[in-house]
């Protein structure tokens, strides 16, 4: 009997290891959606260490939870809510507990249709509203809990196609490694350059670094090198990618280059940007070719070259995000309600398909 009981309590034991190993080998992430048709707001789901996919369930209610952030700590989510309610949309915040979101508290967003938001070391969080044409700022707790909104950035100006009549805010960014925000505006054409005060929790913009594009190109997003010495724009209504690098306290572009084959000719308009951790390269994606474009990243350069492109397996392909380790890359496909896991070979770049997932309108994901 005592022989059995100490085979049992190992087993047991071993049982229990082997439940907690598979726990670690999956990492969760959250989905943000828009909830005009089935979704109901956030969505967590997983990616096991061989790129399956996994639905966990409605993390948050939330109307068109349309980009999330975490703070630094991870402790807090925060999404914007895009939508126009008396000119204005709204920002939550939540806790991050277990398998579900705990509400914490949610303010105005300060324009209308937020569509982007980041937060700092400081909690400092600041919101792109597109329809608004204006960024916002505010402040969060430790705990997670917004300030009301302090300040409100509004551009002005316009761009020469019919998505350019109007500033149209798609994105703003604290710069990693200095006293800088960028704020990307697809309407003004433009990327605008401001300082965090934190003694009256003001945007201090800089005009003469404003910084024009291409005619028409239509600035949607942007990433930071690795290196934090080069800044990649994703233009959306031109289809390209522009190598910004700074020169006396200003920035310059460098080069530019297509993000689709030069034979395709239908419409497309380019949508995310995501770089590896190493620096060595960069996807972007693609709404009409329903594509993601790789590129090689010059290690003393900068410079991009493409090597190739890879079907989404999907339609409007809206977001796209690297798992932690760099060893997946993540395609939320809006219109086919679909996220695709695809693996990468971290020698050439290349994808392959792994597993897809149905998702409700899926537009962001958040690791």
């Known amino acids: ?16 290891k082997n439940s907690s190993v598979k726990t670690i080998k999956e990492t969760t992430f959250y989905v943000g959606t828009y909830t005009q048709k089935e979704s109901k707001g956030i969505y967590k789901y997983s990616i096991s260490k061989d790129g399956k996919l996994k639905n966990i369930g409605v993390a948050a209610a939330i109307t068109n939870p349309s980009f999330l952030a975490k703070s630094k700590d991870n402790k807090t989510l925060f999404a914007v809510s895009e939508i126009d309610e008396n000119g204005t949309g709204f920002v939550h915040s ?26 700092n070391e400081a909690n400092y ?48 960014w604290f710069h990693p490694t200095k006293n800088e925000i960028i704020s990307v505006d697809l309407g003004t054409n433009e990327l605008w350059f401001s300082k965090l005060d934190t003694t009256k929790n003001e945007l201090i913009y800089t005009p003469q670094k404003k910084l024009k594009v291409a005619e028409g190109a239509g600035p949607r997003h942007l990433i930071f090198h690795p290196n934090n010495k080069w800044i990649y724009v994703l233009n ?72 190739g492109y890879t079907p989404v397996l999907g339609a409007n ?34 994808l392959t398909f792994v597993d897809e997932i149905f998702a409700p309108t899926p537009v962001c994901i958040l690791f």
């Open 125 to 172: 969080i600041i919101i792109a509203n597109y329809t608004g044409g204006n960024v916002g700022l505010l402040k969060a707790t430790e705990n997670g809990k917004m300030a009301p909104i302090s300040f409100v950035q509004q551009h002005t100006g316009k761009g020469t196609t019919e998505r350019q009549t109007a500033p149209h805010a798609h994105s703003t």
């Open 236 to 307: 959306e209504l031109n289809n390209s990618i522009s190598l910004l690098k700074g020169k006396d306290e200003t920035y310059f572009i460098e080069s530019t280059i297509s993000t689709l084959p030069k034979e395709f000719t239908p419409h497309s308009n380019a949508a995310d940007i995501h770089i590896t951790k190493d620096g060595k390269f960069l996807y972007a994606s693609n709404r009409g070719a329903e594509s993601i474009a790789i590129f090689k990243v010059n290690s003393e350069k900068g410079s991009l070259t493409s090597i």
């Open 94 to 119: 939540y806790e991050i507990k277990n398998d579900s979101l705990q509400f914490i508290n949610k303010q105005e967003s300060g324009g209308a249709h937020p569509c982007f938001i980041a937060v």
């Open 317 to 350: 392909p809206r977001n796209i995000s690297l798992s932690p380790n760099d060893q997946f890359l993540i395609v939320a496909n809006q219109d086919s309600n679909n996220i695709i896991s695809f693996k990468r070979n971290p020698s050439s770049g290349a």
């Open 1 to 16: 009997m005592k022989y059995f009981s100490t085979v049992v309590f190992i087993l047991l034991f071993l049982g229990c």
